[in-house]
């Protein structure tokens, strides 16, 4: 391992042996763990912070997709609270959808990849949404990078890309998973997964160098942890 390495294994007390790993399938095993389906099967409340940019930002009128729409938590909201009728949900967990079509049949709900290169999608829209982190467990990199690339695709003319993204505190040199930076790895429902996290200035820096410009931030304290939360739009100039 290199300096990287060296300053991971201080942090975690151990080395990682990342070569042959699948991180998203050990992801996707943890979302199938009663655990993780039993605690999105009871939550159905938004943060405040979600609830003030979403009913700030979005109105009965807009087209919706949800990347990564868990078992349909942002969908509730939507739908009886802000009256989008307009909305499709994206997921990658089997699992996950069928909660969520359980929870809420008269939700369009479908499985896909937002992290690969065809989305089941035939239209544009005007709010595409990735809330509560659901970008930092996409791995490697380059599948974050195509996540970004979907979502000007498939974002109408003045549309909106909301989602939100782990914070790093500490030093970034101390940051290593596999040779890549920015992976770490954390509890999740009791399971080890990967996160990505980046400071607020890198997170603002990767969404401008993805082709968007800023319209606003929101930073949100949980604990120790803190979570930052854009609104971006495409950039036309890029
Ligand atoms: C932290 S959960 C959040 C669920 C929901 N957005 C919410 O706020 O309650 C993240 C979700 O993103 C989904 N996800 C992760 N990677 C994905 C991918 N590549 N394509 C589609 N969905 C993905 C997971 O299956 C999971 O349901």
């Given at each position: 391992m290199g300096a990287n390495g060296e300053s991971f294994s201080k942090l975690y007390g151990r080395n990682i042996v990342m070569i042959g790993i699948n991180i998203e399938e050990i992801y996707q095993s943890a979302l199938k763990r009663k655990r993780t389906l039993a605690s999105y099967t009871e939550w159905n409340d938004l943060y405040p912070v979600e609830q003030m940019i979403l009913s700030k930002e979005i109105s009965h009128a807009d087209s919706i997709i949800e990347f990564g729409c868990g078992a349909g938590r942002i969908f509730n909201y939507l739908y009886y609270t802000l009256n989008c009728k307009d909305y499709v949900g994206l997921d990658i967990s089997r699992e996950m959808l069928k909660v969520a079509k359980k929870k809420y049949p008269i939700g369009n709900f479908k499985y896909a990849d937002v992290a690969s290169k065809e989305l089941p999608i035939e239209k544009h829209f005007s709010k595409i949404l990735f809330m509560h982190n659901g970008i930092d467990t996409i791995y490697p990199k380059e599948r974050r990078v195509t996540v970004f690339r979907n979502a000007r695709l498939f974002m109408a003319n003045g549309g909106q890309l909301i989602y939100s993204t782990h914070i790093l505190?500490?030093?970034?040199?101390s940051v290593i998973c596999s040779g890549e930076h920015k992976y770490f790895e954390e509890d999740y429902h009791g399971a080890k997964i990967w996160i990505h996290r980046s400071t607020e200035f890198e997170a603002v820096e990767e969404a401008i160098a993805n082709g968007f410009t800023i319209i606003s931030k929101y930073v949100q304290d949980k604990g120790t942890d803190s979570w930052l939360y854009l609104v971006v739009m495409n950039d036309v100039s890029s």
């Open positions: 505190k500490e030093s970034p040199e």
